[in-house]
């Protein structure tokens, strides 16, 4: 296979409601869509979810698109591949920079699957079968704004839930659900919020909930701080930001940093590198579960096609579309169904973008 030519279309699509986390508050989605066109006639769809701001890690939008026009996009073009699982290698030169590669990389596996004419969880090896999702919430005004919205999730299915947590947001929510909500899978995800010698007295409360885990409390980087804290709580620490690549899981696994994993295609680079990740740490015995950047639908879609993979049981940050868009750029758009959402039925991925929806910007790169 050869790219022959790369179109960059760049949207921002309001959310239907603020999202306030421990980094602020979020009131758009802003993205980019790569569509990879082949010499067949072929074309392949890949999002770029990195967030506005180098908060979350160090790797932020505008610098993604700078790195995939200067020096990813010439690496790739008029470049012969047969597997996308070469496609790391054209890459392999550029340091970091893994959200950028996996807006290409995944492209090259639609696109992939598109020229075999199969949908992608059959190139994955997965299995066709509903993906059983929960959903995030972000820091609410009142305590009874917040019962009242995961009442109305469970309502439509979610079998999980995960409450966004800082300093002076943590007990308290979370045990007003657990006592509102006695055998609800719940989760607290704390986007390394707690810095302070005394925050340690939080997670030894926390530890009373009957939590099904508590995501990265600490820094990125933070290895074994996350072990000492895991050495002394029943509740399994979870690790997200921390992880992007096989290294950062054997090194989690030696220190006992953690006993799960959020794993996020675009944080590690896309599907290969998801994939070793994904093997290396179910060896360790590490729970693995899918976890999401607010997608679009072509991120969305790519999401659910992984989370076929037999490993991935535990309910990831899949929320349907409606959960935080009045309309996305694809169809079919994601919907809920007996507390599941299905993996598109087309080749590929599955979706259809619409560019005439949310789009700000677009370039060509021959």
């Known amino acids: 296979m050869k790219i022959l030519r ?5 949207y921002s699509v309001p959310f239907l409601h603020p999202f306030q986390t421990s980094y602020g508050c979020t009131t758009e989605k802003q993205a ?3 569509v990879l066109h082949d010499e067949s006639g072929v ?10 701001h180098p908060d979350y890690i160090e790797e932020y939008l505008s610098t993604a698109r700078a790195t995939i026009a200067t020096y990813l996009i010439p690496l790739l073009l008029k470049k012969e591949w047969h597997r996308p699982e070469e496609i790391g290698a054209f890459f392999a030169g550029i340091q970091g920079n893994f959200m950028a590669k996996a807006a290409l990389e995944t492209a090259a596996w639609d696109c992939f699957a598109r020229v075999q004419k199969q949908p992608l969880y059959q190139i ?6 509903p993906i059983h999702v929960g959903i995030s919430f972000g820091i609410e005004s009142s305590i009874s704004t917040l019962i009242k919205k995961v009442q109305t999730a469970i309502d439509q299915g979610y079998t999980r839930v995960k409450l966004k947590i800082k300093p002076g947001y943590d007990y308290g929510p979370l045990s007003a659900i657990r006592e509102a909500f006695p055998s609800l899978s719940l989760m607290a995800d704390a986007n390394s919020a707690y810095q302070k010698e005394e925050d340690w007295t939080i997670f030894r409360q926390l ?8 995501e990265q409390p600490f820094g990125a980087r933070e290895f074994t701080r996350h072990a000492a804290l895991q050495r002394q709580m029943h509740t399994p620490i979870c690790l997200d930001e921390t992880i992007r690549s096989v290294e950062d899981v054997q090194t989690a696994a030696a220190l006992g940093s953690c006993r799960a994993i959020n794993l996020k295609l675009p944080r590690v680079g896309g599907i290969t590198a998801a994939q070793a ?3 290396e740490a179910t060896q360790q015995g590490m729970l693995v579960w899918l976890g999401g950047m607010y997608e679009l639908g072509v991120g969305r879609a790519l999401n659910l096609h992984f989370s076929s993979l037999a490993e ?8 349907a579309t409606n ?8 169809t079919p758009e994601a919907k809920m169904g007996q507390g599941a959402l299905m993996i598109p039925d087309s080749i590929g991925i599955g979706v259809t973008v619409h560019h005439d929806k949310f789009q700000t910007n677009y370039r060509l790169f021959t």
């Open 32 to 34: 980019s869509i790569y």
């Open 323 to 330: 959960r935080y868009f009045a309309a996305d750029i694809v």
């Open 277 to 279: 990740i994904l093997q």
């Open 207 to 214: 530890d009373t909930l009957q939590l099904a885990m508590i």
């Open 124 to 129: 994955l090896g997965g299995t066709k079968r």
């Open 6 to 10: 790369i179109e960059q279309f760049d």
């Open 312 to 319: 991935l049981i535990f309910p990831g940050d899949l929320s």
């Open 43 to 52: 074309r392949g769809v890949g999002e770029l979810d990195a967030l506005p």
